[in-house]
């Protein structure tokens, strides 16, 4: 039944060590979008793709990159993770970017920069 | 720039009561306005979406409103239970950021038995 799936649900780096984040979703939505979540804090998004064209948000730092390869995946890559980057990190996707269309959302994968 | 603003940021009721959350934004050009669940370390789940025509949506115990000219939504949660306690956000969508939702910070709600 699990519709937006993020591996790992917990993932503990080192400072300026790459991480790779993973989303994957079965509902053959065409966009698919990354948001930050720090605690007690609104989601933030970094990036969004429509079906291949992705979308970098102006406030994104270049330290964060995207790839998606296919329809029902979605790659979130840290470069060089740094102590602010500790955060939730939810993955998102709708059928379109229309505006009447809800947004489903993955359970999240806690990232903790050691 | 468009702002949402949730208050308060926090909420604890007993058990049975109904209770309202409140959302105010500051744009009123906005496409649709939504009410997200967010149990403690984990994602979101969208509760309800009303459009900027619509004045109310339900939802089992849940009725969400809109007066897009004031700026403000509620979330009315009927007969409160202890399953109910969650971070509830609202957020709108902006008609001039094509994608982007515009969140509020959320209110903590917790029910005690």
């Known amino acids: 039944d699990a519709m937006v799936i993020q591996n790992p649900r917990y993932q503990v780096t080192q400072f300026g060590k790459p991480v790779t984040l993973s989303c994957s979703q079965t509902?053959?939505?065409?966009?698919m979008y990354w948001y930050q979540q720090k605690s007690s804090q609104a989601p933030k998004l970094l990036f969004h793709y429509y079906d291949k064209d992705f979308n970098n948000e102006a406030d994104t730092p270049d330290n964060f990159q995207s790839r998606r390869p296919n329809t029902s995946f979605c790659f979130l890559d840290i470069r060089s993770p740094g102590l602010g980057d500790a955060a939730m990190y939810l993955c998102?996707?709708?059928?379109?970017?229309?505006?009447?269309?809800?947004?489903?959302f993955g359970p999240g994968t806690r990232l903790l920069v050691l | 720039k468009q702002e949402v603003t949730q208050i308060p940021a926090a909420l604890s009721v007993p058990e049975g009561e109904n209770l309202v959350l409140n959302c105010s934004f500051t744009?009123?050009?906005?496409?649709?306005l939504q009410w997200f669940r967010q149990d403690p370390g984990k994602g979101l789940t969208s509760l309800l979406l009303i459009q900027s025509s619509q004045r109310e949506q339900t939802s089992g115990r849940l009725n969400a409103s809109l007066d897009k000219s004031s700026g403000r939504s509620t979330l009315y949660i009927a007969a409160s239970q202890p399953g109910d306690s969650a971070t509830y956000l609202c957020a709108v969508r902006q008609k001039d950021s094509n994608y982007q939702l515009i969140w509020g910070a959320g209110t903590k709600l917790i029910i005690k038995p």
């Open positions: 509902l053959n939505h065409n966009v």
């Open positions: 744009d009123s050009a906005i496409y649709n």
């Open positions: 998102a996707t709708s059928r379109d970017p229309g505006s009447s269309v809800t947004q489903y």
